[in-house]
């Protein structure tokens, strides 16, 4: 039997001796610095996954993921960094096939690649599974009840182990979600406070203005006044 082919994508070689120390009895493990040579490589040489770290020397990782899409079908296993939860929202939306923070357990790792091959990464973990539902629906309306049926799991033992894991209770984490995209409507979008509040999930302006200055210091008022960019002025 063949075995199966991995690619990481790393710019830290102390990391890259360890994981390929760790899956080469395995898998056949290969190895790139940059996204120049992760592309080459693929040219060259059938993969069945790849190892991509969120941040690269030469660039982002996250937008080497749609040129790997382009020419590999290959699943994409994304390394998160270093606890920041900016790296973590953003690595879910970019919809890799799994992620996994760093530092990186081996055994997790193994078991995460383990269930990608075999086809069922979104059965692996259900934390896991509450953290991208989250991720994928938090404009809807969500109650702890539902995210503990995805999880199969008690209210409460959902709260423990996920704050446990990840800092945050789930809906802390889905109201820092709410937070980020209202973030970005208010800089991007010309629509009101009360328009935003509705878009990202909040049925009262006011519950929403409260959170949005708890999380960012300031009214979403303010934080538009600083944040977006100032017209061009005009000579007379």
Same mark, same amino acid.
């Given at each position: ?9 790393? *710019? ?11 899956? =080469? ?5 290969? =190895? ?6 992760? !592309?080459?490589?693929? %040219? ?12 690269? &020397? ?16 290959? +699943?994409?296993?994304?390394?998160? /960094?270093? /606890? ?14 799994? @992620?996994?923070?760093?530092?990186? *357990? ?21 934390? *896991? #599974?509450? #953290? ?8 809807? %309306? !969500? ?8 999880? /199969? ?27 980020? %995209? ?5 800089? &991007?979008?010309? +629509? &009101?406070? +009360? ?5 990202? /999930? ?5 519950? @929403? ?7 960012? &210091?300031? =009214?979403?008022?303010? @934080?538009?006044? %600083? ?10």
């Amino acid at each position: 039997m063949h075995r199966k082919r991995i690619l990481i994508i790393d *710019d830290d070689a102390s990391l890259i001796e360890s994981l390929s120390a760790a899956l =080469s009895p395995l898998y056949r493990v290969s =190895s790139a610095a940059n996204g120049k040579s992760a !592309l080459a490589l693929l %040219q060259t040489d059938r993969t069945d996954l790849i190892i991509l770290d969120v941040v690269l &020397g030469d660039g982002d990782g996250l937008d080497l993921l749609p040129d790997l899409r382009e020419r590999t079908a290959a +699943k994409i296993l994304m390394l998160t /960094g270093h /606890g920041s939860r900016e790296n973590l929202l953003r690595a879910i939306r970019a919809k890799p096939d799994d @992620f996994l923070d760093k530092p990186v *357990d081996l055994h997790t790792l193994r078991s995460r690649i383990a269930a990608l091959l075999r086809g069922n990464a979104a059965e692996a973990d259900p934390l *896991d #599974r509450v #953290r991208a539902r989250i991720a994928a629906d938090f404009l809807r %309306q !969500l109650t702890i009840e539902d995210l503990a049926r995805t999880a /199969g799991m008690s209210c409460d033992h959902l709260r423990r182990t996920f704050k446990a894991r990840f800092g945050l209770t789930p809906m802390a984490y889905l109201e820092e979600c709410r937070m980020k %995209q209202a973030a970005v409507f208010l800089r &991007g979008t010309d +629509k &009101g406070v +009360k328009e935003v509040a509705w878009d990202v /999930g909040f049925r009262n302006a006011n519950n @929403f203005s409260t959170a949005f200055k708890r999380f960012y &210091g300031v =009214s979403p008022e303010i @934080f538009r006044a %600083q944040h977006r960019p100032s017209s061009p002025k005009t000579i007379p």
